[in-house]
């Protein structure tokens, strides 16, 4: 299984959207399960900042 969140903007926000990943995990009684993964997804760029999408996937598995 994997959670992921879409960040709109500047790579300033991925950090903060990491630690919101890990704490939803832990209260839902997840744990993580290998490596996180980073996608960027550029796409027509009018504003640097707004342009930019960035996916976060961390692989995770429910705790027993």
Not at 38 to 57: C, P, S, V, W, Y
Request: charged fraction near 25%; charge should be negative.
């Amino acid at each position: 299984s994997c959670i992921h969140s879409l960040v709109k903007g500047d790579y300033d926000k991925l950090t903060d959207n990491f630690f919101m990943l890990r704490d939803w995990a832990k209260e839902n009684g997840y744990s993580f399960k290998g490596n996180f993964t980073l996608i960027f997804r550029i796409g027509k760029i009018i504003n640097h900042d707004a342009g930019i999408i960035t996916e976060i996937q961390l692989p995770v598995e429910k705790e027993l």
